[in-house]
């Protein structure tokens, strides 16, 4: 099946610097998600990206299918950016079955 | 605003009890989705139901069964409740057409003592 790889595991910051979060899949893959679990683990979706760029105030997402890897990137960072980013990708088309990977681990210190 | 809810957000059960496990969502979505997450597992699907009355094993449906009667209500449950099925449960709910992502609810912490 699907292998789903994130980078790096744990992140520890600074408030105000950016970061870029990655995400690397094994096969091709029709959709991708991310989501965003805070400290109290409510997942928020972040961005639906199967390709391409999407930006969304502070974050933005880049997926480039061919090569089998979706990026993350957050910019001036916050306390409340903490938490634990996952993507997920959906194995096979119109199945709306999401693997996830393990996640990145952040921290943002004040 | 879309929301999922789930009935409980702590759970104590004791070995060999039957649990339900409640998730109503109010965006008429055709598809909802049960998940545990464990440390160092994962978010892992158990089980899938993309219309009333349908459903699908996800990748560890042992131990567990669902019931959707109403498009908004997607119950999980635990048949007979063991220690290993300690876990956090998430459920989620989609609509049923590309280019739409995964709602979740806020996650049942179930521990079975």
């Known amino acids: 099946g699907i292998q789903v790889e994130q980078s790096p595991p744990d992140l520890i910051l600074q408030e105000g610097a950016n970061s870029t979060l990655r995400c690397n899949f094994s096969d091709s893959v029709n959709n991708l998600q991310w989501f965003h679990q805070n400290p109290w683990g409510q997942l928020i979706n972040l961005f639906y990206i199967p390709s391409g760029t999407k930006q969304n105030g502070r974050l933005s997402a880049t997926t480039v299918a061919t090569e089998r890897y979706s990026l993350l990137y957050i910019s001036s960072s916050q306390t409340t950016d903490s938490g634990v980013y996952f993507c997920?990708?959906?194995?096979?088309?119109?199945?709306?079955?999401?693997?996830f990977g393990t996640g990145t681990r952040l921290k943002v210190l004040a | 605003d879309v929301k999922v809810t789930q009935s409980s957000r702590y759970l104590v059960k004791r070995t060999g009890e039957k649990v339900f496990l409640e998730c109503v969502q109010d965006?008429?979505?055709?598809?909802m989705f049960w998940y545990r997450q464990d440390p160092g597992l994962g978010l892992r699907l158990i089980y899938f139901s993309y219309d009333v009355k349908m459903k699908e094993k996800g990748d560890i449906p042992e131990g567990y069964s669902v019931s959707r009667e109403k498009k908004e209500r997607f119950s999980l449950i635990l048949e007979s409740a063991s220690t290993n099925q300690t876990s956090m449960y998430l459920c989620?709910?989609?609509?049923?057409?590309w280019g739409y992502g995964y709602t979740f609810g806020s996650g049942t912490r179930l521990t079975v003592v």
């Open positions: 997920a990708v959906e194995r096979t088309s119109g199945t709306y079955k999401y693997i």
């Open positions: 965006m008429d979505h055709e598809n």
């Open positions: 989620a709910s989609s609509l049923g057409s």
